[in-house]
């Protein structure tokens, strides 16, 4: 068997075995345009008239030709192994047929070749593809872009290294505007692995030559030209044989007055011979690519097989075998879904989080970062405290902050920490179902009934332990709400604050009131005194110690234990000292605001308050005297929705600014307590109490006599693909054998 034969067996082979595109094999790739003649140049190469003629496009899909000279002359298919064709007559009709069953009808194409093996001594050992011939307007039933079809089809033969292109030119057309050389030279641009064919050469006007074009003038090729004379369609008509048109070829070269200096170069034959060399010299050269091709091809089937497993033993009746079997294929999923979730699971790629890692991403970089981010003054306005503040004074205005609007305030805040909670539950529940369908154990993949009972199973134990976790998770936000601790070590008092706020209005008003002092003088010549100076400075020392001083004090009320509440109630001496602070301010902004009054009143408002006009006793005289009076001052009914208006007054916005510390403060005391305790309680509630009950639900829910050869029915793709993957890795061996066995003996 020569080199050759021993390519084509191989490619026999990888075809049955339905390997052919996996590893590429060299063969001669036949491009051309319709009218060309590529029907009749193979023809000429096989010697039989057997391929399908016709208008429009006839090749639909590619038609592997395997030629062997051998003394019988016979063929066959290789959809048909085993059926030897001796009429070469019924091979059209069955090339036709099995172009209708691959393709289909609309002139569609495909990329599923024929594989036809003939055998004759009239050819030399080749192995060629025809290709669909090149058009450029769809005609009739065919698809509007079937030319980039054909194309993307033709670039997929000749794209492979192992690929020797035959490019067909007719030589009453411009080599400039050759189809076929024009895609070669995108794929081998330097022309070393194409060889041109220039056909119809009988058919030049009288007088003209192609000889520029077969030398290689115009546009070389390493491998050069064949020019070659086939049947016209008149020849076909007449029936002209075969050995005719050898003949006639023959003696058209050996009388040309330009040909026949060239014509041991130039015929079909020549290029019989020329094919041949050429493709065993591309088989050596490419064999250890080959063999290449052909071992990693062999290493990836076999992995492809274990991961099918290999054909369960046959237990028979035995029930008590199949249902250690089961218990041991469950525990095999518990263990492996356990591995995930604690990231021992490795068989998963590096490209991105599985498992638990995705877990430990949703609560502490999703959960988390959205608690913290929580702002209360994002949905909390100036109004809105102010308004609380107002509601919980009652009817008398409260000598200091009232607790309750605190409080309010407060828990509707706490309240918005629920819904993300209960969201990155859920999260980490889609996350543990995502899990059971991604976990891969290779024995049990190929039971689908006990897979899905499996999956049902774990399912239904997520959905048991979702429901009282979101309850814990629902207990821990009622447990905020139940209960403001304002002892926390944490949470800044408002004692502090208050201290904190009352150093800043005076380090504030220092500020001013020197600026104020020293704005005549500054009016007057621009220039302040030694002694202004530095009292300015003594007030900016002042300044800087009094805002220094402030982290230090609240520090220290904390550290005495002072509660919010404990300064309103003046239950401590630093308490009562900030109350006379607080009063003496209230009282200045009374005088103050009086002050503003008694300016902007007139005499005859204040004529309005007199004795004469509002005398201390009044009598039935005075009030019918002021009856008009009367009907002019009447009070209108309240609106049925009472809402604050104006801007606050000083003491107003000293309580609005406390309560926001307050807030804030104790928000930061809550936030924390929630980032803390609820990914707690998802991973001891959901996480581990579902690995806890999952080997134990499925055991109860599916070790039963009764169902387990239903489990154990085994997928039905599951056993075609093992055995298509074992018939092919045996394919593998067998072509390794043929090119091994060549290799020893050259």
Not at 610 to 627: C, G, H, V
Request: net charge neutral; hydrophobic share 40%; with cysteine.
């Amino acid at each position: 068997m020569c080199i050759r034969d021993r390519i084509n067996e191989i490619q026999r082979i990888l075809i049955e075995a339905n390997l052919s595109e996996a590893v590429t094999l060299p063969s001669v790739v036949v491009v051309g345009a319709q009218s060309t003649g590529k029907s009749s140049v193979l023809e000429s190469l096989i010697g039989k008239d057997i391929l399908p003629r016709g208008s429009g496009i006839v090749t639909r899909c590619p038609i592997v030709l395997q030629l062997f000279n051998d003394q019988n002359e016979w063929a066959e298919f290789g959809h048909s192994i085993g059926n030897r064709i001796t009429d070469f007559s019924s091979i059209r009709a069955e090339i036709e047929r099995e172009t209708e069953r691959l393709a289909g009808g609309n002139k569609k194409i495909t990329d599923k070749p024929i594989v036809l093996k003939i055998h004759s001594p009239n050819v030399v050992d080749l192995s060629l593809i025809d290709l669909p011939g090149i058009i450029k307007i769809p005609t009739g039933e065919q698809p509007p872009d079937i030319e980039a079809q054909i194309r993307a089809l033709i670039l997929k033969f000749i794209r492979q290294e192992n690929a020797i292109i035959l490019a067909l030119t007719a030589a009453n057309t411009d080599l400039a505007n050759s189809d076929a050389l024009k895609l070669a030279r995108e794929v081998d641009p330097e022309g070393i692995r194409t060889i041109g064919v220039i056909t119809k050469l009988d058919l030049m006007d009288e007088g003209t030559h192609a000889l520029e074009v077969l030398q290689g003038s115009i546009y070389p090729l390493k491998l050069g030209y064949v020019g070659v004379v086939c049947r016209s369609a008149k020849d076909i008509a007449s029936n002209k044989s075969m050995q005719e048109a050898v003949d006639s070829e023959r003696a058209f070269f050996d009388s040309h007055r330009v040909y026949r200096k060239y014509s041991d170069r130039l015929g079909v034959q020549y290029l019989q011979r020329l094919m041949n060399l050429t493709l065993i010299k591309h088989v050596k050269r490419n064999i250890p690519s080959i063999r290449a091709s052909l071992m990693e091809l062999m290493q990836s089937k076999e992995i492809e097989l274990s991961q099918y497993g290999d054909a369960p033993v046959d237990l028979g009746s035995d029930q008590t075998a199949k249902g250690l079997y089961v218990l041991a294929l469950i525990n095999k999923f518990c263990a492996a879904l356990n591995e995930m979730i604690t990231g021992r699971y490795v068989r998963g790629g590096y490209g991105e989080l599985t498992g638990g890692a995705r877990i430990a991403y949703i609560l502490n970089d999703i959960f988390k970062k959205t608690i913290v981010a929580l702002d209360p003054f994002d949905i909390l306005t100036d109004e809105a405290i102010r308004t609380a503040i107002r509601n919980a004074s009652g009817i008398s205005h409260a000598l200091f902050l009232p607790e309750g609007a605190f409080e309010n305030l407060i828990r509707q805040q706490i309240v918005r920490l629920l819904e993300p909670s209960l969201e990155a539950s859920h999260l980490v529940f889609e996350e543990l179902r995502r899990m059971v369908l991604t976990v891969k154990v290779p024995d049990l993949a190929r039971y689908d009934v006990l897979s899905q009972r499996i999956a049902q199973v774990v399912d239904v134990v997520l959905q048991r332990c979702l429901i009282p976790t979101d309850q814990m998770i629902k207990s821990l936000i009622e447990i905020e709400l139940g209960f403001v601790n304002t002892d926390h070590p944490d949470f800044v008092g408002a004692t502090a604050s208050l201290l904190a706020m009352t150093a800043e209005d005076e380090a504030n008003a220092s500020d001013r009131e020197s600026v104020a002092r020293a704005r005549p003088i500054r009016q007057a010549d621009g220039f302040k005194t030694d002694q202004e100076e530095t009292k300015d400075k003594n007030t900016a020392a002042q300044l800087k110690k009094t805002k220094t001083a402030q982290p230090e004090l609240l520090k220290e009320e904390d550290q005495k234990g002072n509660s919010i509440w404990s300064y309103i109630w003046g239950s401590s001496k630093k308490a009562d000292e900030l109350e006379v602070k607080l009063n003496s301010r209230v009282q200045k902004d009374k005088k103050l605001e009086q002050e503003l009054e008694n300016n902007e009143l007139s005499m005859s408002r204040l004529h309005l308050f007199s004795t004469e006009t509002y005398p201390k006793q009044f009598d039935l005289a005075f009030i019918q005297r002021n009856a008009e009076a009367r009907v002019a001052t009447r009070l209108q009914a309240p609106p049925k929705m009472i809402k604050v208006e104006g801007n606050p007054r000083q003491r107003e916005r000293l309580e609005m600014e406390l309560v926001k510390k307050l807030l804030v403060s104790y928000f930061d005391v809550v936030k924390k307590n929630i980032n803390d305790s609820v990914p707690k309680t998802i991973i001891t509630m959901l996480v581990n109490n579902a690995r806890t009950m999952c080997e134990r639900e499925l055991v109860l829910s599916l070790y039963k006599g009764d169902a387990l050869d239903e489990l154990l029915s085994e997928n039905a793709y599951i056993v075609k693909a093992r055995e298509t993957t074992r018939k092919q890795l045996v394919s593998l061996h067998k072509s390794l054998s043929i090119l091994a066995e060549f290799e020893s003996k050259y």
